[in-house]
Every structure is written in C-alpha cells, then in structure tokens.
C-alpha cells in the first residue's frame, strides 16, 4: 500500500461527497414536479408522452396500484427482450450475422437486464448484434434503473406523507427519471466517453494484421451509448466479454475514474433526497455515514489484501516486520493500465453500488479480496446500492434498527415520525430474509447437484466461493462474477434467472407495502423521549444491525468459502 493509492481512494471520495447536494437539489425538483433548468426543453417532451400514452399526471395511487404497474410494466420489459433476443438473426443492424441467442441464455439474459442485474454468461462481441445491444440491453439499462430510481422515491413519500393514500405514480415518476436524470447525464457521459477514445459507430468489425503474420479481428460497435448507462445506471453489463477491463470500455486512466464516480453518483445523491423531502437533510447525511464507513471499511481491506499479495511468492528480504509480502502485489487478473489501487477500488465501488462492471477479475484475487465484493452483495447491496434500491434497502435497515432501539428502551419506534408498528415490521423482515433464502437454497442446490459441479474449474473452498458469489450475485442483483466455471448451461441459466427475479420482484413488493403504510399514517411529533436517528450513535447502530444481520446468516457459508482458503494460504496450501 502507498500514500498515493490511498490519496486516489480519498479523491473518489471527495468527488463523490460533493456531487451529493447538487444532484440530490435537482432529482429532489424533478420528483417533486418542481421547475428545473431542463423544464423549458424537457417539460413539452414530458406532457406530449403523458397525452400519447394516457397517463393522468396528477394521478395518485394507491401502494397495490404502484406495485401493480411496475410488474406488469417489467413483464412487458422482459418478453420484449426476449424476442429481440430470439429473433436476433432476421432483426437489422447485425453486421456479424450472429444467430439468435439459445432459449436457456435468453431466458437468463432477459430477466438479467430486466432486473438490473446485467448477469451475463455470454461474450458481448461474439454474442449480441448492435440492435439487440440497442434495442434491447441499453433500454432495459435506463428502464430497469428508473424503475428502482421510482421505488426508492415511492418508499420516501412513504415516509413524508402524512395520512396519504397514495405513494405517487409510478409512471410519472418513470418518465421523469429517464427523461430529466439518466438520459441527460448519460448523453453527457457518452460525450465524454468517445472523447476518451471509446467507440459510437454501427461499422462492421475491423480485421487487422498481426505482427506474426496472422490477423486480427477487432471488434466495433455503439459502445459509448452503453457504457455511459451501464455506469450511471448501476446496471454493468459490458458490451465487451472482459467488460471496463477492455481498452474499449475503459480507454484510460481519466475514464476510469469518471466511471467509478458515476456508479456512485445517484445513489450517493439519493440520501440527499431522502433528507430533502422529509425536510431534515441531516437524515440524509446520516445514512450517507452509514453507508460510507461500511464502503471504506470494504475498500481498505481489499487494497490491503491486493497489495500484500500471496506469501507463497513473498521474496526472501522484504519487510519483515510486516511479514512475508509478494513483490508488486497481487496483479494477476488486472490491467497493468490501473494498477491494485484502481482494481480493489473498482471491486468495492462496483459490488457495493449493485453495479457490476468490473475492470479486474474477481476470482483471481486473495482469498480476503475476494470476500469484500462478495460481503458488499452478501449484506443487501445497502451500501450506495443500485440506483434507489440502495436506498430503499438501507431504509428497510434502518427500520430494523430503530425497532431494535425501541426494543431496548421500552418505546414504540420511531423513524422520521413516523411509528414503527407490526405491520411494517413484518414487511420488513420478510424483505430482508427473501435475499438470504434465494442465495443458500440455490448455493446448496448447486454444490450437490452433479451437471453443476462440471461447471466448477476450481476446487476446494474456491470453487465453493465461485457457486455462492454466482447466486449471491444474481439475488442481489449485482451482476460481476467470480468467474472460474461455465455458467451458461441450462442449470445455471434456469436457476439463475429464477435467483435474479427473486431478488428483485419478491424484495420490492414488501418494500411498497411498507411505504403504502407508512404514508396512510399521521406524523408523530418528536418528545425528549424520541431516539434520534441524525447522529453518530444511529450511524452506528444502522451499522451494527446491518454487519450482524448479515454476520448471523451468511458467517458459515463465507466460513467454508473465503476464510478458510485464507487460512489454508497462510498454512502453505493453496487451491
């Protein structure tokens, strides 16, 4: 470790800090149907789509109405994709002519960018035509981050409505979150990105000859369109198989660093809006704490264990006093372009914002590196998370964390004002045990299932941490993977897409529950009896409940995963 990896870790940080209050005072407008500066371009746009497609702006709906909408409107999404992605060979804009994608892969692609997951057991470039790339992937990129976007919105009006019987529409707050947020950034982003040295084009692939006489095919494509939302929309599915490690998804030194800011942006600016709408931005800034020591916690060790390397390549005169060290650390599987400090920072930014892109390969890291990303995902992708479900997750937390309090002083909880109560507690719990369920029913599925085992190239406590990081992945609706094994057979395909829609679907109905509930209730006024939850001891707290939370249930399955091959590196054997 070196002064200047951690002064580039501090610089990610202060970039993304400042962004919190600008972007959180627009997004906080745009919701709130307030005038913003792209309203004398964009607000035409918005009401000429509302006439088109008969939605009644001033609408309110019910919780059961909201959910209802974003279903049906995500099962829409998926057999859209579906098709495009079964019928990709008589479709256009397929210079390659690819064939049409297998039913098993399209299934699981399809509930994939459906559910902002972006799994991808497939190579970009040697799978997907442009129009699928297009038509299909890049939209579900801005529609499924909307969608979560719109949520996490939903579940604040939850909390600052009073006797409310309508958490907002959901297609309005769809519309806007495309319109006036992703699609401007991102058109900024994509700019930004072929300035960098990123390809936009609909060319054929380029063949070029190599330096031993034979030739190369170098792929082309609008790559700069999909990244840019891929990045900003937490979705990370790579138009490249080697994803932001690729020169073409990630030219340099300067674009990786936008993109690592970008993937945190909204969700870190989320909090704001959290505060702002509640009129307590003080809330706001507390989750934001919470979420930024779990994030560096996450970050400092995997730059440590990176750094430190294996000790089975330590060099004889090295730092003793610290103990055997491999010379340059662990770079296997990473791009001598960015370096350990950029790898172990992208894999914490990228598995704690629910992204994952990656630009270095997870399953080549120690045994402790490794396990951050998986623990960042394990723990519910709270810490920023995907746009808006970081948020609504980290709220569902902080629910829990409340009751807790409640439960230690004697006190009915409260949060914000309102009273916690059984109900929303029940939502809550149920949201919170649906995540643990999908990933150690299917892990255990697979470790005893033989087709499976096949897929699996590594043995041993690796090879287990690869199955658990797939279906961890997949619930949480991350998307990177520990690689290592086959994942596109039908086992894998099947089990997956079921992982990712439960992951999804089964949180997000509980989660509108809870926030129909809450906005029908009254504000309970604040007494010197009332735990106050802007300060350093609810940070604490919040993360406190969310590390033993995911301490009691995930402890033995990372035990038999990354510990003990840790253990069993510093014992000389290795796997």
């Known amino acids: 470790m070196t002064w200047n990896g951690w002064l580039q870790i501090a610089l990610f940080c202060v970039i993304v800090v400042a962004l919190v209050k600008p972007l959180g005072f627009y997004m906080t407008r745009v919701f709130n149907g307030e005038r913003t500066w792209a309203s004398p371009v964009l607000r035409p746009v918005e009401r000429g789509l509302y006439a088109l497609s008969g939605v009644r702006e001033a609408e309110d709906q019910h919780w059961l109405a909201y959910a209802f909408a974003m279903l049906m409107f995500n099962v829409a999404g998926f057999l859209l994709l579906y098709a495009i992605l079964r019928l990709q060979a008589y479709l256009p804009l397929n210079p390659q002519s690819f064939g049409n994608v297998p039913v098993d892969l399209a299934f699981n692609t399809a509930i994939s960018f459906t559910t902002n997951t972006n799994w991808q057991n497939y190579g970009g470039e040697a799978t997907m035509s442009y129009f699928s790339q297009m038509a299909g992937l890049t939209v579900q990129n801005f529609v499924s981050a909307a969608t979560g976007i719109a949520l996490a919105v939903a579940l604040i009006r939850g909390f600052a409505r009073k006797s409310a019987k309508g958490i907002g529409n959901f297609w309005v707050d769809l519309t806007r979150c495309c319109l006036y947020v992703l699609l401007p950034i991102s058109i900024v982003l994509a700019l930004f990105l072929v300035w960098q040295g990123m390809p936009q084009n609909l060319g054929a692939y380029v063949t070029a000859g190599a330096l031993d006489g034979g030739q190369q095919v170098i792929a082309q494509g609008p790559v700069a369109s999909q990244v840019a939302i891929k990045m900003l929309g937490t979705n990370g599915g790579g138009f490249f198989n080697a994803n932001a490690a690729h020169p073409y998804e990630n030219p340099t030194a ?13 969700g870190a600016a989320f909090t704001n ?10 809330q706001g800034w507390a989750i934001l704490a919470a979420m930024g020591v779990l994030f560096l916690s996450g970050a400092a060790v995997a730059y440590w264990a990176e750094a430190a390397g294996n000790p089975a390549f330590a060099m004889q005169g090295v730092d003793q006093a610290a103990g055997p060290l491999q010379a340059g650390g662990n770079m296997e599987g990473k791009e001598v372009r960015f370096g350990i400090v950029n790898s172990a920072l992208f894999a914490a930014i ?10 270095a390969m997870h399953d080549s890291f120690m045994p402790l590196g490794g396990a951050v990303p998986l623990i960042n995902i394990l723990l519910g992708e709270v810490i920023v998370g995907g746009v808006g479900a970081g948020l609504y997750g980290m709220l569902l937390f902080a629910i829990l964390a409340v009751f807790i309090a409640g439960l230690m002083v004697g006190r009915t909880p409260e949060y914000v004002g309102k009273k916690i109560e059984a109900r929303e507690m029940k939502m809550t719990m149920l949201a919170v045990l649906i995540l643990p369920l999908s990933i150690l029913g299917f892990t255990a599925l697979a470790i005893i299932w033989p087709d499976a085992l096949k897929s699996v190239q590594d043995g041993g406590p690796h090879g287990f941490s690869e199955i658990l990081y797939l279906f961890t992945s997949s619930t949480g609706n991350n998307g990177s993977a520990f690689g290592g094994f086959t994942g596109n057979t039908p086992f894998f395909n099947t089990t997956g897409g079921i992982a990712m829609f439960v992951g999804r679907f089964l949180m997000i109905v509980p989660m509108i529950a809870v926030a129909g509930s809450l906005a029908a209730k009254k504000s309970a006024i604040a007494s010197v009896g009332t735990f106050p939850t802007h300060g350093a001891l609810f940070v604490g707290l919040l993360v406190g409940v969310v590390l033993i939370v995911g301490g009691l ?15 069993s590196m510093l014992a000389g054997t290795l796997f």
């Open 273 to 282: 809006v959290f505060g702002r709408m509640i009129g307590d931005q003080r």
């Open 350 to 359: 990228t598995t704690a914002a629910s992204c994952g892109a990656v630009n």
């Open 254 to 266: 300067l674009s990786n660093l936008v993109q690592m800011v970008s993937i945190f942006a909204i």
């Open 553 to 567: 249930t995930y402890l033995p399955a990372l035990a038999l995963g990354p510990v003990v091959e840790h253990l």
